[in-house]
């Protein structure tokens, strides 16, 4: 299953389900009709439910299909050394007395970018958990 169909699938159910209620503006006046109709919400809370289970085994299947693709060892261990030679650069810079603090600022703002692709090279590697989210059935 791909993007568009699971799109395509969750307008029909809204469309069935709730006919007027992609119509509806006013979060109020969604929250009146889903406490009208709580067997309804309670089918709208079920497919998100598997609307996210689609979607996070999507999330994995692309996450595997990029590993799988990218082969290229030379080019992620280059990476890999450049980011972990300017971070090291970074603290070694830190580490020199009479610099400004505008200087500290920009060198301490790089380390942090280099760290964050750090951190992206290692969830890539080694596969890095999905952000924990969880839809709440209504009246919870």
Known sequence: MDWITLALETAKFFTKHFPGLL??????????????????????YKHLMTLEQEMHKMVLIDRQKARLTNKSFYRRFLFFSFVCLGLGGCFW???KPNLSSEILVIISTLAGI???????????????????????????
């Open 93 to 95: 810079l830190m580490q």
């Open 23 to 44: 119509q509806t503006k006013d979060p109020l006046e969604l929250s009146r009709i889903l406490k009208e109709h709580p067997d309804k919400a309670l089918e709208l």
């Open 114 to 140: 280099l760290g964050s692709c750090l951190k992206d090279i290692y969830a890539f590697e080694f596969g890095g958990d999905a952000p924990k989210r969880s839809i709440k059935p209504p009246g919870f």
